[in-house]
């Protein structure tokens, strides 16, 4: 069941996390979940430049697996879609799906460190 303020957030994953290993452990995952991003959106951007299709998906691939790891939900889904780019979709709408990972990406961050920090 999803928490009330938390719906970005794999709540049911990171409460799992938070009883195995302790919000204390976990959040130094999402620190460094934080500082490994830029690089990530910066391999992306640099692929959206060049219009390397397979830079932007091996990228959003990764960061995919990263978002997924510290419960970051909606980061994870727009990165699932920007990696799939056999899909239909994709031509059309991967600028608008890496545009709203930036968008979102340090609001979701600090909504995890507040969520984490109420269970530590």
């Not at 990263?66 to 239909?88: H, M, N, P, T, W």
């Amino acid at each position: 069941m999803e928490q009330a303020g938390y719906q970005h957030l794999d709540t049911a994953t990171l409460d799992q996390y938070v009883a195995a290993i302790g919000a204390g452990t976990l959040l130094k995952s999402v620190v460094l979940f934080e500082q490994m991003a830029p690089e990530y959106l910066a391999a992306v951007a640099q692929g959206m430049a060049d219009a390397d299709k397979a830079v932007i998906t091996s990228e959003a691939h990764k960061l995919k697996g990263a978002a997924g790891s510290v419960g970051l939900k909606r980061i994870q889904e727009l990165s699932q879609s920007l990696q799939c780019g056999d899909e239909a979709a994709w031509p059309a709408q991967h600028p608008q799906w890496f545009e709203a990972i930036q968008t979102h990406l340090a609001g979701d961050v600090a909504l995890l460190k507040q969520y984490l920090n109420e269970r530590s």
